[in-house]
């Protein structure tokens, strides 16, 4: 802990922690068939060490927002709008050699989707370790390296002595995704982007697995951005909810607001189709339909043909409408 954070005390100086703000951010693909925009003007905060969950179902977006904040879009990818201010710079904004210096790993890491089944099968643990560490700090020194990446397994819950001389096919699903976690850390970065970070896994290593974020958030004073499709692995591990729907963010509340009274009625039939183990009803209830294309997208609200609220209005782009601390994209809460 700094000087200031200790005089401070349990309010640490914003200057030290500072907030991450999203603004107005549109992302869009070429593709053959035309433009495709994967992510419409979304905007949201993180303030000092919080948690944002980034929900939705596939195709919905959620990757192509992690890839532009972490200035890693496939070559037909690019930003079209928006602003991504973290320490009072816009880091979309910069050149591609200063975001490497500065940022990339450094300050805002990634742990990108199926990245633990991209491990190098040549490589032992360690190897692969000490490579990120050489091409990122030049100067660093063999020593420093090896006790860099000791502290770096353990932070993981690995023991480096077991895992350090092991190749990836000799570790298990949990422990190599506990390794692309172990990556993603090693340069000590602020701000760490999780895309379906237990996806693979099975039910018991994913709750351990999100029970190792939520401490590396605590311990590390990082903000955390979880992308997942499942709903159920957010409520111990974040603070507020973006649900986004074929590229737009309609529902960003507070995760209790989520999982208690959802506002969006996508936000509704999402907790709708948790299975509820507790629950005697046999079959979990689907949201009946299909998003829309992204390469098609017209006027009004793109929930239209799914939703059981539609009614005239719904044929106009919806308003944001602000409900305490909450954010709703519906023609439902227009006074
Ligand atoms: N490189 C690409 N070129 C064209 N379309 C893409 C590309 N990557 C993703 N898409 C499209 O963008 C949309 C959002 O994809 P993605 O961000 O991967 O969604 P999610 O992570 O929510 O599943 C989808 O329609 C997907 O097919
Ligand atoms: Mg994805």
Known sequence: MNQRNKINGNNPDKSVTGALVVNDLSIVY?????????VDKISFKIKDT?????????????STLGYGLMRSLAENGSVVSGSFIFEDQDILNISEKDFNEKYRWKKISMVFQGSMNSLDPVFTIEDQMKEILSSHRKKISSKDRISIIRAALTDVGLNPDFVSRKYPHELSGGMKQRIVIANALLLGPRILIADEPTTALDVVIQSQVLRLLKKLREEKNMKIIVITHDMSLIPNLVDR??????????????????????????????????????SSEKSIKFIKGDPPNLSEIGEG?????????????????????????????CWLYKK
Do not use: W
């Not at 239209?304 to 305490?324: Q, V, W």
């Open 50 to 62: 919080q948690g944002i969950g980034i929900i939705g179902e596939s195709g919905s977006g959620k």
């Open 30 to 38: 070429k593709t053959r068939s035309g433009v495709l925009k994967a």
């Open 301 to 329: 609200c793109r929930f239209i043909d799914r939703c059981p609220h539609a009614f005239e209005d719904c044929k106009n782009d919806p308003p944001d409408i602000l409900i305490g601390n909450n954010l709703v994209k």
């Open 241 to 278: 909810v973006i649900i986004m729907y074929a590229g737009q963010a309609v529902e960003i509340s507070d995760v209790k607001t989520v999982f208690e009274k959802p506002l969006h009625p996508y936000t509704q039939a999402l907790i709708q189709s948790i299975p509820n183990i507790r």
